[in-house]
């Protein structure tokens, strides 16, 4: 499944919770982006996971689910990304509740569609940093070891930096490349136009863009050429 992620470099995330109307979907869509990842911190249920994803499945581009309730995993993605966060001081949030998980539906866990993604959570104001207990005062070096962590003793094949909203510390990003060896790198949190996707871009291998969709879908949009025209 790694072979499908290697290639994309920028990938946009819909929220379940929030409304996007079928003209923006198909721009979206019809963006040249290289998938749609479906997820988000609360509100996600089946329901609206289920209508989300048969909405996108019209389009012909991998179509992601980040599993972030149990509640919530609905079958027929082509693939499901599987969060551990690497800088919790909650172990719940890197292998209970995914032993949880196993022990309920273990016999239905489609194993070959699954990719762990090792996250690092930056923005202490964010939804995910408050409900997974993350440890978001990283110095350089702390992160850089939390990307060790991950990629060589955990060996996950993503390194996810997430700064939720807010444009992070590119540095930072960059040291977290560095150290990943051969993980992915996947940045996330305050892309809103050409200038700060291109940035990001430079120092990640694959870039999340999610909240300006709904903000300002122009500006969406624009983020997907700035990588793939770099």
Known sequence: MMEVVKPW???????PEREL???ALEAVCMSGTDAIMIGGSSGVTYDNTVDLMSRVRRYELPCVLEV?????????????????????TDSAWTTGRHRE??????????????IPEGYIVLNPDSTVARLTGADTDLSLAAAEACAHVGSKLMNLPVIYVEYSGTFGDLQLVERVRRASGQARVFYGGGIRDRETAAQAASVSDTIVVGNIIYENLTKALETVEAVHNK
């Open 9 to 15: 470099r920028h990938v946009f995330k819909l929220d």
């Open 21 to 23: 109307g079928e003209d």
């Open 68 to 88: 972030s309730d149990l509640e919530a995993v609905v079958p027929g993605f082509d693939l499901y990304m599987i969060p551990m966060v690497l800088n919790t």
């Open 101 to 114: 998980a196993i022990e309920r539906y273990g016999y239905l866990i489609p194993w070959e569609a699954l």
